[in-house]
C-alpha cells in the first residue's frame, strides 16, 4: 500500500515554456501533498503543502506565481512549472500524507526536469 | 543552527557489519521522527517511523529515539550492499503544520 505515482518521470523543455507535473496517491485518499525541489548532491527542499480544495501553502523564496499547484482531489495533485528557465532544472518529487497516518509521507518516484 | 544536522559521511562499513546512522535536532517540541532511505538519482523511499523515546525494530533496522538529548539514530545489521544510499533523517517539528524537514542525509556504502 501507500503508492504514489508521479508523470511524467522526465521532461526536457525549451526555456519559457511550460511544464506540468502530475502527482498521484493510487491507494489511499491524500488530503496533503507536498512537493519538493532537490538540486545534485543536496537534501530535499520542500517548496509547498497542498491541501485538497484549497489554495496551497508555498515556502520562503518559492514564487507561487512561477510553481503553479493545484490539487483538484483527493488523489491527484499538479505542479505547473511556468516559463522554465535553466536554473529550473532540478529534481522534483512530491509526497502524500495517508488520512490516518498524519505524520508519514511517501514519495512518488520523482520528475527530472532539464530546461535547454 | 540548522534543524536537523547528520553526519554528511561518507561512511563506510564493510558486508555484515552494523552501519551506525546519527542524527540531531534543535526542536524540543519535535513529534515524529523518520528514516528515508534514498538511493541515487530515485526519491526517497520510508523505512522507519519513531514517535516514542526508546528503541523500534524493523528487521535488520532499529531506530532510536532520546529527546531529551534531541538525538536519533539507525542501526543497520547485517549490511548488505544494497543497503549503499544516503539515509536521510526527517523530523516532523512542532508547529510546522507536520511538514517534514530533511538532514542533508549521509551516504552509506557497503563493501563486500
Known amino acids: 500500500g501507500a503508492v504514489v505515482s508521479q508523470h511524467p518521470s522526465r521532461v526536457i523543455c525549451k526555456s519559457g515554456t511550460s511544464v506540468k507535473i502530475e502527482c498521484r496517491s493510487l491507494d489511499f485518499q491524500a488530503t496533503t501533498m507536498f512537493w519538493y525541489r532537490q538540486f545534485p548532491k543536496q537534501s530535499l527542499m520542500l517548496m509547498a503543502t497542498?491541501?485538497?480544495?484549497?489554495?496551497?501553502?508555498?515556502e520562503q523564496g518559492v514564487e507561487k506565481d512561477k510553481f503553479l499547484i493545484n490539487h483538484a482531489s483527493l488523489t491527484l495533485s499538479t505542479l505547473t512549472v511556468t516559463s522554465a528557465h535553466p536554473e529550473d532544472s532540478s529534481f522534483y518529487i512530491c509526497?502524500?500524507?495517508?488520512?490516518?497516518?498524519?505524520?508519514?509521507?511517501?514519495f512518488g518516484p520523482g520528475t527530472r526536469l532539464t530546461v535547454t | 543552527q540548522k534543524e536537523v544536522e547528520q553526519n554528511s559521511g561518507p561512511l563506510s562499513v564493510p558486508e555484515g557489519a552494523i552501519a551506525s546512522l546519527n542524527c540531531t535536532y534543535s526542536d524540543r517540541g519535535s513529534q515524529s521522527f523518520f528514516w528515508y532511505r534514498q538511493y541515487s538519482g530515485k526519491s526517497p523511499e520510508l523505512i522507519m517511523s519513531?514517535?516514542?523515546?526508546g528503541d523500534k525494530e524493523d528487521g535488520r533496522f532499529t531506530a532510536q529515539l532520546n529527546k531529551a538529548s534531541q538525538y536519533v539514530s539507525l542501526l543497520i545489521r547485517d549490511s548488505q550492499p544494497s543497503d549503499s544510499a544516503t539515509y536521510l533523517c526527517a523530523v516532523s517539528l512542532s508547529g510546522s503544520a507536520r511538514q517534514l524537514t530533511f538532514g542533508s542525509g549521509t551516504q552509506l556504502t557497503v563493501l563486500p
Open positions: 497542498s491541501n485538497e480544495g484549497s489554495k496551497a501553502t508555498y
Open positions: 509526497s502524500a500524507r495517508i488520512l490516518d497516518s498524519p505524520y508519514e509521507q511517501y
Open positions: 519513531i514517535y516514542s523515546n
